[in-house]
């Protein structure tokens, strides 16, 4: 198969971009205390990654979940998907707003408290 062109290249980058993704709310658990941090994310296919990426450069704005990350270890923390939003192609800000919501909503469900989160 031949190299694609720039423009080649470009349109499928658009197309990628504009593909719906699945949306939703994650945990991440540490299994260490107990603790969890509830975030969002656009795109579930690998919810932690700039989570945990950010943690092990020891750069999380969170700075109780940072220290317990460096404390802990990466290792003793977990991630899972709480809930997930049917594919959209919802504008961000739209998105952004409904997925706050459902994370709002997961926390009251669940019983969570200040001291049980990040």
Known sequence: MDNPSKTEKKKMKEEYRMKPKKAGVYLLRNNGNGRVFV??????????YRLKWELGLGKHPNHT???????FGGDQFTIEILEDLEETDKPLDGLIADLELLKKMVIENKGWTREDMY
Do not use: A, C, Y
């Open 39 to 48: 975030g969002i994310s656009t795109d579930l296919k690998d919810p932690g």
């Open 65 to 71: 979940l940072q220290k317990d990350w460096n404390t």
